[in-house]
C-alpha cells in the first residue's frame, strides 16, 4: 500500500523537528556530540577497508600459490593479512571507544531533558494541573518522549556510520556494474516501508492509549502508596483496584501483540523480496567469475560488498525509519515544552509595596476557575485592613480558597483588580509579589526530610539558621515533640526512606505551620490552620499566631468560630459573596 499525500506531509512535518532536536543534544553535550561524531566517521570507513582488503589477500594469496610460494609473494600476503588483523583490532577498540563516548553524551542528554521537563512543570500555570489534557500531555512528554531523544541519538549514530559506509561500498561495486548500487537499494525498500508504516501505526496507538495508560499509574499508586492503604484495607477495593489494572494492562497487550503480529508478517515478506534480488545478482557474479571475466578476488569482493551492502541499506533505512518514530514522539515533548503561562510578568513592572499601610482589597472581582461555567466569585468586593486578623469563614464552596488562590496569582480573575496599597498585583514580578506571601495551605505537603530541612522549605534561599528554624517551631508549638524525636531535628520525617518517623496529623500541621512562620512575609495566610487540632490546643495556638502576626497582615480561613472569635474582623462568606462582617 503506497504511502498517500496526508503520510507523506505527516512524515514532512515530523522531520521538521530533527533541527530542535540537534541543537538540544548540542547544548546537552557538545564536546561529548563532537568526539562522537569523529568516532563514527572513522567506524563507518574501516568495514569498507576491510572488504578491499579482502579481495588484496585473496588475489595475493592466489598470485603467491601459482608463484609456487616465494618468498617476495608470501610477503605480500602477510602483509595485507597483517594490515586486515589491523583494522579488526582498531574497529573492536572503536566501539568500545564509542560505547563509551555515547553513554557519557546519553547521560547528559538525559539529565538534560529531565531538567527541561522540570523547569517547564514548575513554569506552567497552576491552572494547566486542573486540566486532563495536560497531565495526557506530561504523560507523553516524560514517558517514551524523554527517552525517544536518545533513540535518536543512537539511530543518527548508525545512519551517519552506515551511510558512509554504503558510499564507500558503492563505491566498490560501481566497477563491477553501475546498476548494481541502484539495486542494492532497491531490494531493501520493503523493508522500510514496512518499518515506516508500523511507526506510524504504534505512535497512534500509543497516543490513543494515553489515557488508558494513566488510569493503569492510577490503580499501581491506590495499590502501592501508604496514602491508600488504610482506606484499601478497611473497605477491601483492593481486589477491584487489581481487576481494573489487569484488565486494562489486557486490553493494550492485545492491541500491542497484535500490531506485532501483523508487522512480523510483513517483515517477512520484505526479507524474502531482498533475498530474491540477492541471490539473482550473486548468481550474474558467479557466471562472469566461470566465465574469466572476473577473479576470486573480485568474486569474494562482490559477495562480501554486495552481502553487506544490502545489509548496511537495510540498516540505514531502518534508522531512518527510527529516527522518524523518534520524530513522532519529540513532538509530543516538543508540545510539552511549548506551552506557554498565562501568568506571566508585567511588560512595565512596579515595585511590591513591601509593608502594607493600608491593606488589600478585591474591587468588583468575578472568577471562574477553567472549564468550569459555575462563577467562584461574582462581582466580588472586599477589603482587608493593614495590620489585623481577618478571618473568613463560610460553607464549603462559598469561595474562601479562592481568595487565597487569586491573593497568590495562581489565577487571575476575569473581571476585576486586586490591589497592594492601591497596587494591581499583575503589575508586581511573579517572584517579588509571592515574596510578599507565607501561606499555610489546607492541604500541606508533608516532606520526607529532617524535621530542620522541613520547615526550613518555605525560605531555602535564606538560608535560615538552627535558631530562626527553632524559633519558628516554638510559634507553632511543635518545638516540644521536636524534642522527644530520637535526634530531634536531624529526625528524618515519613517512612519511605530508612529510619523515618512518623507523625500524627496534628503534628504535621504544626510543622507546616512552622514553615510557614518560617518565612518572613508581611501577609501571613492560612487555610484551615486548626483542622487537626483539638479544642485545648487551638487557644494556645491563636496566642502564639498573634504574636508572630503582629504588625503584620493576616488572613485566616476557618470552619471554626473558636479561632474566628479571636480575630479583629471576622468576613462571613456564601456563593461567592460577603454576606455579613464585623467583630466577634
Not at 576491510?50 to 609456487?68: C, F, I, P, Q, S
Not at 547521560?107 to 500555570?125: G, M, R
Not at 494541573?129 to 524523554?146: C, H, N, T, W
Not at 562482490?302 to 540505514?316: E, K, P, W
Request: charge should be positive; hydrophobic fraction near 45%.
Amino acid at each position: 500500500m503506497p504511502f498517500s499525500r496526508s503520510s507523506i506531509a505527516d512524515i514532512r512535518k515530523q522531520l521538521a523537528y530533527l533541527p530542535r532536536t540537534f541543537r538540544l543534544i548540542w547544548a546537552a553535550a557538545p564536546a561529548w556530540t563532537g568526539a562522537w561524531s569523529v568516532l563514527l566517521a572513522i567506524q563507518g570507513l574501516l568495514p569498507v577497508a576491510l572488504v578491499y582488503l579482502t579481495k588484496l589477500v585473496v588475489d595475493r594469496l592466489l598470485a603467491a600459490v601459482n608463484a609456487g610460494g616465494s618468498w617476495p609473494h608470501v610477503r605480500g600476503v602477510i602483509l595485507y593479512v597483517s594490515l586486515t588483523a589491523a583494522v579488526m583490532v582498531l574497529m573492536e577498540s572503536l566501539d568500545s571507544i564509542t560505547e563509551w563516548v555515547r553513554t557519557a553524551q546519553a547521560e547528559l542528554i538525559q539529565d538534560h531533558i529531565k531538567e527541561l521537563i522540570h523547569t517547564q512543570s514548575a513554569a506552567v500555570d497552576i491552572a494547566f494541573y486542573e486540566s486532563p489534557e495536560f497531565f495526557d500531555r506530561l504523560d507523553q512528554a516524560r514517558g517514551e518522549a524523554s527517552g525517544k531523544p536518545l533513540t535518536l541519538l543512537e539511530s543518527l549514530g548508525s545512519l551517519m556510520r552506515n551511510a558512509l559506509t554504503l558510499i564507500a561500498l558503492g563505491a566498490l561495486l560501481i566497477p563491477y556494474g553501475a546498476w548494481l548500487p541502484i539495486v542494492l537499494l532497491i531490494s531493501t525498500l520493503p523493508a522500510f516501508y514496512v518499518v515506516v508504516r508500523f511507526d506510524r501505526t504504534y505512535h497512534h496507538w500509543w497516543k490513543k492509549a494515553t489515557v488508558a495508560r494513566r488510569w493503569i499509574q492510577y490503580y499501581d499508586i491506590m495499590l502501592t502508596h501508604n496514602n491508600a492503604a488504610a482506606e484499601v484495607r478497611l473497605f477491601g477495593i483492593g481486589p477491584h483496584f487489581r481487576a481494573m489494572y489487569q484488565k486494562l494492562r489486557a486490553n493494550l497487550r492485545s492491541e500491542r501483540l497484535q500490531q506485532l503480529r501483523k508487522q512480523s508478517f510483513a517483515r517477512l515478506g520484505a526479507a524474502f523480496a531482498a533475498l530474491v534480488v540477492s541471490g539473482a545478482t550473486m548468481v550474474w557474479m558467479g557466471w562472469r567469475a566461470l566465465n574469466g571475466l572476473a577473479t576470486l578476488g573480485d568474486l569474494a569482493l562482490f559477495y562480501q560488498a554486495f552481502s553487506r551492502g544490502q545489509g548496511v541499506v537495510q540498516t540505514v533505512l531502518g534508522s531512518l525509519g527510527k529516527i522518524y518514530m523518534s520524530t513522532l514522539f519529540l513532538g509530543n515533548l516538543f508540545a510539552f515544552l511549548d506551552l506557554k503561562p498565562r501568568i506571566v510578568d508585567s511588560p512595565e513592572p512596579v515595585p511590591a509595596p513591601g509593608r502594607l499601610r493600608k491593606g488589600i482589597e478585591f474591587q468588583n472581582i468575578t472568577f471562574s476557575y477553567p472549564g468550569s461555567e459555575r462563577a467562584a466569585l461574582r462581582d466580588f468586593s472586599l477589603e482587608i485592613p493593614a495590620g489585623k486578623i481577618v478571618a473568613i469563614v463560610g460553607a464549603n464552596g462559598a469561595g474562601k480558597t479562592t481568595l487565597l488562590k487569586l491573593l497568590c496569582r495562581f489565577y487571575d480573575p476575569q473581571q476585576g483588580a486586586i490591589k497592594l496599597d492601591g497596587t494591581d498585583l499583575r503589575d508586581v514580578p511573579l517572584l517579588e509579589l509571592r515574596r510578599q506571601f507565607t501561606v499555610l495551605f489546607q492541604q500541606p505537603l508533608n516532606y520526607q526530610a529532617t524535621v530542620g530541612e522541613s520547615i526550613a522549605m518555605s525560605d531555602l534561599a535564606a538560608r535560615p539558621t538552627r535558631e530562626q528554624i527553632e524559633a519558628a517551631a516554638r510559634g507553632a508549638g511543635a518545638h516540644e515533640f521536636i524534642s522527644r524525636l530520637p535526634k530531634g531535628y536531624d529526625t528524618v520525617l515519613g517512612k519511605l526512606f530508612k529510619d523515618g518517623a512518623e507523625l500524627s496529623g496534628g503534628e504535621w500541621q504544626r510543622i507546616s505551620m512552622a514553615r510557614a512562620y518560617l518565612r518572613e512575609a508581611p501577609i501571613m495566610m492560612l487555610d484551615e490552620p486548626t483542622s487537626f487540632l483539638d479544642s485545648w490546643s487551638e487557644v494556645d495556638w491563636f496566642a502564639r499566631f498573634r504574636k508572630l502576626a503582629h504588625n503584620k497582615t493576616a488572613m485566616l480561613i476557618t470552619h471554626r468560630f473558636t479561632i474566628a472569635m479571636r480575630a479583629d474582623i471576622i468576613h462571613v462568606m456564601d456563593k461567592g459573596q460577603i454576606i455579613e462582617s464585623g467583630t466577634h
